[in-house]
């Protein structure tokens, strides 16, 4: 898989402020997704972008791909308390292992 | 089946004992992927199958792990002589095949080495 650099590791916001996390990488990236990990529960696939430029919202979540395909954004508009988690970005498919970026632990205080 | 499923959902083990933890993927999903989870840390590569084939097994950390898929379906991870540093989740992912399909995850088996 692609190897990807995730940023920030953990980010701390109170509720009602936007959070972004940031996936970049030093290749062109064929496809991204996005998923999502609850505390104590599994990765649950988000989203999927895969053309040059692309954004894409789900409610208060706006995910974008780079115009060169080597970065990507998820940005949280007035964070929730059930937005706490780690979000993760993949990349990579084909013939290789799918290779997960660290991932951002979003915590929130009320 | 509806989802991935894996067992057990938890395992404790004395050190030095083998263990085999189990992912039973969705159905005709040919992409299956095994990973490592410690407490508050991201998910470690292990090994990946397509189908009963494993072209990538760079993330098995010794040689005290091994992998096998049969009949392309189940798949059993297999940890021998295991040590206290093993603890951690492990999660196993399907997916049908192509790069641009998404992976679903089971909920893991957790396994406590004492």
């Known amino acids: 898989g692609q190897q990807v650099m995730q940023i920030p590791q953990y980010q701390h916001v109170q509720e009602g402020e936007d959070f972004t996390t940031y996936c970049n990488s030093s290749?062109?990236?064929?496809?991204i997704q996005w998923y999502k990990q609850r505390p104590g529960g599994h990765p649950v696939f988000l989203i999927q972008?895969?053309?040059?430029?692309e954004v894409k919202k789900q409610k208060r979540l706006t995910f974008q791909f780079g115009e060169a395909k080597k970065n990507s954004s998820l940005h949280i508009t007035a964070t929730q308390t059930t937005d706490v988690g780690t979000y993760f970005c993949?990349?990579?498919?084909?013939?290789?292992?799918?290779?997960f970026g660290k991932g951002t632990h979003l915590i929130i205080q009320p | 089946g509806a989802g991935v499923s894996q067992s057990p959902s938890n395992k404790v083990t004395e050190k030095g004992k083998d263990v085999e933890l189990r992912c039973d993927p969705i159905?005709?999903?040919?992409?299956l992927y095994w990973y490592r989870q410690s407490l508050g840390q991201g998910l470690e590569f292990l090994i990946y199958?397509?189908?009963?084939?494993?072209?990538?097994k760079s993330g098995l950390p010794s040689d005290r792990f091994s992998a096998e898929r049969t009949g392309g379906s189940v798949s059993t991870l297999t940890i021998q002589r295991t040590q206290q540093e093993d603890s951690a989740v492990y999660l196993c992912?399907?997916?049908?095949?192509?790069?641009?399909?998404?992976?679903?995850f089971g909920q893991g088996t957790r396994l406590t080495v004492v």
């Open positions: 199958f397509q189908g009963n084939s494993a072209p990538d």
């Open positions: 290749t062109t990236l064929s496809n």
């Open positions: 159905s005709g999903h040919t992409a």
């Open positions: 993949l990349s990579g498919g084909g013939a290789d292992g799918l290779t």
């Open positions: 992912a399907s997916r049908q095949q192509g790069s641009a399909t998404e992976a679903f």
């Open positions: 972008l895969v053309k040059s430029g």
